[in-house]
Antibody
């Protein structure tokens, strides 16, 4: 069974940094792309960041709203995906979900999701 | 960026009724790279449909997806009590964007 468990969320002051982790099990992590999606309180879903498997270059993409502030990475030896967030603002307050991405025709959809980690940015 | 619009915003129905949810894209979604997700309060989203019309593993056949180009539809043939939730469409043909969601309530 695919399992994704986010951790590292919490309360952080504006301008500070925070790192989220997504610990994966039940599948061969190195073979899959991974992504982060967030949901502000009472709002819809917003894609944040994406990282391909090493087989497809291990490259990453970002939403314009986080480009230059967030960094996605992966450690295939421990099956963990990370989201390093810096220069946080109150607009980054959200539940952050990690998800496994399935490749099809060179594109990816998100088939399995973690339970989410709440990040609250407030002074 | 491809912008997705979902209608209606809220759909009020009863168990046993048919639900038809619409998702319209601001430009053509290449090769039908369109997915649908269900989200219940306090839960993570769940993949229902990918490739516009392919059901994900374990999804009941009362859920079906259709459409191409800029117009897509999610149909729930007969609503079960557990189907009352928010439904999001997402395109993955050009980066990733989600629609604002349709709430299906009683």
């Amino acid at each position: 069974e695919v399992q994704l468990v986010e951790s590292g969320g919490g309360l952080v002051q504006p301008g500070r940094s925070l790192r989220l982790s997504c610990t994966s099990s039940g599948f061969t992590f190195r073979d899959f792309a991974m992504t982060w999606v967030r949901q502000a309180p009472g709002k819809g879903l917003e894609w944040v960041a994406f990282i391909r498997s090493k087989s497809y270059g291990g490259t990453s993409d970002y939403a314009a709203s986080v480009q230059g502030r967030f960094t996605i990475s992966r450690d295939d030896s421990t099956s963990i995906a990370y989201l390093q967030m810096s220069s946080l603002s109150t607009e980054d307050t959200a539940v952050y979900y990690c998800s496994r991405a399935i490749r099809t025709g060179g594109r990816y959809y998100f088939d399995s999701w973690g339970q989410g980690a709440l990040v609250t940015v407030s002074s | 960026e491809i912008v997705l619009t979902q209608s209606p915003g809220t759909l009020s129905l009863s168990p046993g009724e048919r639900a038809t949810l619409s998702c319209r894209a601001s430009q053509s979604v290449s090769s039908g790279y369109l997915a649908w997700y269900q989200q219940k309060p306090g839960q993570a989203p769940r993949l229902l449909i990918y490739g516009a019309s392919s059901r994900a593993t374990g999804i009941p056949d009362r859920f079906s997806g259709s459409g191409s180009g800029t117009d897509f539809t999610l149909t729930i043939s007969r609503l079960e009590p557990e189907d009352f939730a928010v439904y999001y469409c997402q395109q993955y043909g050009s980066s990733f964007t989600f629609g604002p969601g349709t709430k299906v309530d009683i």
